[in-house]
C-alpha cells in the first residue's frame, strides 16, 4: 500500500480495530479528511479472521446481538451501511447460549417471554424471580439513551453504573421461592446466579467489582437477537475498509506509533519507520495507558496519568482453534458454556483458572450438518505467563510450548467429560495464550474485555471519549462496554464529540 507521510489530515486515527473503523466511516462521512494508521500488516483488529487447513478462524468477535430490524445494533450498522451486506446467521431462538453447570444444561434464549419460559421448566418456582429479570434488563436499557439512540440528558445510567452486578444477582436470587434445608435452599439461588451470569466470562475476573450496566446491556442486546458472521467477523472490516476508501479515507499499514506531539494545536504522529503524519484531530483506539506512554507527560495533570496507567486490566483468555475431522463433530446452532458446580472438589491441572470454558462452532456447517472447525476459550490469569513476558512471538522457547501444550490438554480434559472423543475429532489444533493477545491486540497483559470498571469506584475507572487536550480523544472498549455494540456506540459517542452528538444521532435516526 501506497505510503502517504507528510500529508495533514483532519483527523488521524490510531489502530484499524471496530472502533477506529467505526471513527473513520462517520468522519469521512461528514467531508473530513481522515487517515487511519495501524501497526499490523492487516487492518480489523479483533475482527481479523486467520486460516488454517483452509479454515477460516474468527478472533475476537464470535457472535453479537440486536441486529433484528428496529433494534439497536442495527440501527447503527445500517447508518453505516453494513446492514444487509453481511453473510450472518441467526442462532438458535430456544438457546442462542447453552449453560452447562456440571452435568446439567441450562438454554438462554432470545425474546424475553421465550427466556423465561425456557428457563422456566428448571426453576418451577422461579416464575416472578425470572420475569422480574427481564424486567430489569429492559429497565437498565431503558436507561441508558445511546442504547436507545437518544441524546444523553438525566444521567439515570450512573445509578447502575454504581450498582454492583453480582450483588444485584445476589439479590435477585434470594427471592426464589425453594423449599428444603438452608443449604439446598442456598444452591439453589446459587445455581441461578450463575446460569444468569453463565455467558460472560468476565465473570473469572473480579465478579464482585463489575458494575451492573456491563452484563444488563450485553444480555439484553442478546436476549433481543443473536448472531454470528459467517466465515469470520473479517467481512465487518472488509465493508468498513470498503466504504472508508470510498469515502476518501486513508488507511497505513504496518505503522507502529511510536510518538505523539502536539505543537500549535495539531499533532504529529512519529511511527516506528520512521513516518510523520499531521493532523489537527487524534483519535485513539489503542489502550489509554499505552497511548499516555507515548506523549510528554507534561500534557496531562499527574493525577490524570496516574488514574490512566493504574487502571486494572480485565482477565485473559486462553483458546484452542480446532480444524475438525470430516463428519466427527456435530454442528451447533448455539454456543456451550461449561462452569464447574460451586460446590463439587477442583481438581489437579496445570494452570491456575476457573475451570470454566465457551466451545464454540463457527458458521457455516457442512452440508452434513457437521462443524468444520472449534473454538475452545477459557479465561486465564496473565501471571500463569508472566516468565515469558519479555519474549517474541515464535522466540518463547521450549519451555513455554511445553507450558501452553499441557494448559491444552487440561483444557482438553475437561471439554471431554461433556463431548467424549473430542481429540479423536482434531484434525488440527492452533493454541492461543495470553501472550497471543497481548501481542496481537496490543492491550497490557492481553485484557479481553479492556480496562476493569469498578461498581465502587465508577467515576475513577471511566476512561472517557474526550480529554482536556483539545482534539484528542479516546475510542473502543476501554471507554463503553466491550463487545460490537459496546465498541459502536462508543464510536458514536466519540464522533458526536467532533461532529455534535445532537447532530450525528438524528443522521443516524433518519438513515
Not at 483488529?45 to 433484528?68: C, E, N, P, W
Amino acid at each position: 500500500m501506497t505510503k502517504i507521510s507528510g500529508q495533514v489530515y483532519d483527523v488521524i486515527i490510531a489502530g484499524s480495530g471496530l472502533g477506529g473503523l467505526l471513527c473513520g466511516n462517520i468522519l469521512a462521512k461528514e467531508g473530513m479528511r481522515v487517515c487511519i494508521l495501524e501497526k499490523h500488516h492487516q487492518p480489523g483488529g479483533g475482527l481479523q479472521t486467520f486460516i488454517r487447513k483452509g479454515i477460516s478462524f474468527a478472533t475476537g468477535v464470535h457472535y453479537f446481538g440486536s441486529m433484528d430490524p428496529g433494534q439497536t445494533l442495527y440501527r447503527y450498522w445500517n447508518y453505516l451501511g453494513l446492514t444487509g451486506s453481511l453473510d450472518l446467521e441467526r442462532m438458535n431462538p430456544d438457546g442462542f447460549d447453552i449453560i452447562g453447570i456440571g452435568d446439567d444444561e441450562y438454554p438462554l434464549a432470545m425474546g424475553f417471554e421465550n427466556f423465561a419460559a425456557r428457563l422456566l421448566p428448571l426453576f418451577p418456582s422461579g416464575k416472578v424471580v425470572l420475569e422480574k429479570y427481564c424486567d430489569s434488563l429492559k429497565e437498565i436499557s431503558r436507561a441508558f439513551p445511546l442504547y436507545n439512540l437518544e441524546l444523553p440528558g438525566n444521567h439515570k445510567e450512573d445509578h447502575y453504573r454504581a450498582l454492583c452486578a453480582y450483588q444485584f444477582f445476589s439479590d435477585l436470587a434470594n427471592e426464589l421461592k425453594v423449599t428444603g434445608s438452608i443449604s439446598q435452599r442456598n444452591q439453589a439461588r446459587a445455581l441461578l446466579v450463575n446460569v444468569l451470569t453463565g455467558n460472560n466470562l468476565l465473570y473469572a475476573g473480579n465478579r464482585s467489582n463489575t458494575p451492573l450496566h456491563i452484563p444488563a446491556l450485553i444480555n439484553h442486546s442478546f436476549i433481543s437477537s443473536a448472531w454470528r458472521p459467517v466465515n469470520g467477523s473479517e467481512q465487518i472490516a472488509k465493508k468498513l475498509l470498503e466504504s472508508f476508501r470510498a469515502m476518501g479515507g486513508a488507511i497505513v499499514l504496518n505503522q507502529e506509533i511510536r510518538k505523539i506531539s502536539i505543537s500549535n494545536n495539531s499533532f504529529s504522529i512519529k511511527t516506528a519507520s520512521r513516518e510523520y503524519f499531521s493532523s489537527k484531530k487524534f483519535i485513539s483506539s489503542m489502550h489509554p495507558a499505552n497511548t499516555l506512554g507515548m506523549m510528554d507527560p507534561a500534557l496531562f495533570r499527574k493525577s490524570y496519568s496516574r488514574r490512566i496507567t493504574g487502571l486494572k486490566n480485565t482477565v485473559s483468555s486462553f483458546a484452542l482453534y480446532i480444524v475438525l475431522k470430516d463428519g466427527a463433530f456435530r454442528y451447533l446452532d448455539h454456543n456451550y458454556y461449561y462452569h464447574k458446580p460451586e460446590d463439587a472438589p477442583s481438581e489437579e491441572h496445570s494452570m491456575a483458572w476457573r475451570e470454566t470454558y465457551m466451545l464454540h462452532t463457527p458458521p457455516p456447517a457442512s452440508e452434513d450438518g457437521f462443524a468444520k472447525s472449534m473454538i475452545i476459550m477459557t479465561s486465564m490469569p496473565f501471571s500463569n505467563f508472566m516468565k515469558w513476558q519479555n519474549t517474541r512471538t515464535g522466540d518463547r522457547g521450549p519451555g513455554y510450548l511445553d507450558f501452553k501444550t499441557k494448559c491444552a490438554e487440561s483444557l482438553l480434559d475437561l471439554v471431554e467429560k461433556k463431548f467424549p472423543g473430542i481429540r479423536q475429532a482434531v484434525q488440527f489444533m492452533e493454541i492461543s495464550t495470553p501472550l497471543t493477545w497481548r501481542d496481537y491486540t496490543g492491550t497490557p497483559e492481553g485484557a479481553m474485555y479492556g480496562i476493569e470498571r469498578d461498581c465502587h469506584e465508577p467515576l475513577g475507572t471511566t476512561v472517557l471519549p474526550a480529554t482536556k487536550i483539545p482534539g484528542f480523544y479516546f475510542t473502543g472498549q476501554n471507554i463503553n462496554i466491550h463487545g460490537v455494540l459496546g465498541v459502536t456506540i462508543g464510536a458514536v459517542l466519540t464522533c458526536g464529540e467532533i461532529l455534535g452528538q445532537e447532530y450525528l444521532l438524528t443522521k443516524i435516526k433518519n438513515s
